[in-house]
Structures are given as C-alpha cells and as structure tokens.
C-alpha cells in the first residue's frame, strides 16, 4: 500500500496493489468499501480516498442497456473461460 498526499487542501489517497483477483470478489470488495466511507462520512469521520489496482481474469460486463436482452453471448463466453456479469 502507498498513501500520497495529493495537495494540503485533499485527503490522503491510497493505492491498494490487489494482484489478479475474480470480477466478483473485486465488485464485493469495492461495495463494501464504498458502504464503509457513507458510514464514515455520516459519522463525520474522516477515512482515506482508496484507489483499487486489480486485475481480472477474462471478464465481459454487460450494462444496463444490454441486460435481460435474449443472447447467447454468456454461454459462449463461459464456454471460453471468462466470465460474464450483468451490472
């Protein structure tokens, strides 16, 4: 982990190094964190800025324009050894 100090006026930011991790345990990690700095603000606490450096095995995420759309995109890409998420 590296903490920077942007400028006087900013909070600290924090780069955490993650390695290669799967799309889900990443996407948990992130709404759990960013659950942990509401609580934090609502609290008047303050937390560091972190900034996530992971990487993901073979991932396609599909958006909300594209979600329930009838394809068979998902097996063929599961069937290729990546996974498939709609976010």
């Not at 008047?44 to 909300?64: D, Y």
């Not at 063929?76 to 996974?83: M, Q």
């Amino acid at each position: 982990n590296r903490v920077y100090r942007i400028h006087r006026k900013m909070s600290q930011v924090v780069f955490k190094q993650l390695g290669m991790k799967p799309y889900s345990w990443s996407l948990a990690l992130q709404v759990h964190l960013a659950k942990k700095l509401r609580d934090a603000q609502a609290k008047g606490e303050a937390i560091p800025n972190i900034v996530l450096l992971v990487q993901h095995p073979p991932t396609f995420t599909v958006g909300r324009r594209m979600r329930g759309v009838e394809s068979n995109d998902e097996s063929v890409l599961k069937s290729l050894g990546a996974e498939y998420f709609e976010v």
